[in-house]
Nanobody, 133 residues
Framework: QVQLAESGGRLVQVGESLRISCAVS????????LGWFRQAPAKDREFVGA????????FYHVSVKDRFTISFDNAKNTMYLQMVAMKYEDTAVYYC??????????????????????????WGQGTQVTVSS
């Protein structure tokens, strides 16, 4: 079983930067991509972005593409989300997730965060990011 564990969430001020992490452990990751999602109180889960496992292509939601960067450190087996110029509306619990490489939508979900049925296979527990003015 692949296990994902987020860390690094904290309180920051508007305009500041923050990097959060997603450590991948357990057996070798067998999916097509890892992604970041976030959920603010009383709101639906929102796709932030993703990185493909094989060639490290990145995809982002339009609302964050100019401020957020996803990367992966092979040596540490860890995915990162670097956030700059943070806004109040970035406040949310951030989750990392991944697929198992099978199922409808497995080869495309990472472009938009949608389309994998029924849902992504691996999820972390989440890390709280709060942006204060």
């Amino acid at each position: 079983q692949v296990q994902l564990a987020e860390s690094g969430g904290r309180l920051v001020q508007v305009g500041e930067s923050l990097r959060i992490s997603c450590a991948v452990s357990g057996r070798t990751f067998d999916g097509n991509a890892l992604g970041w999602f976030r959920q603010a109180p009383a709101k639906d889960r929102e796709f932030v972005g993703a990185i493909t496992w094989s060639d490290r292509r990145t995809f982002y939601h339009v609302s964050v593409k100019d401020r957020f960067t996803i990367s992966f450190d092979n040596a540490k087996n860890t995915m990162y989300l670097q956030m700059v110029a943070m806004k109040y509306e970035d406040t949310a619990v951030y989750y990392c997730a991944g697929d198992r490489g099978i199922g409808s939508g497995a080869s495309t979900w990472f472009k938009t965060g949608r389309g994998l049925s029924p849902d992504l296979d691996y999820w972390g527990q989440g890390t709280q990011v709060t942006v204060s003015s």
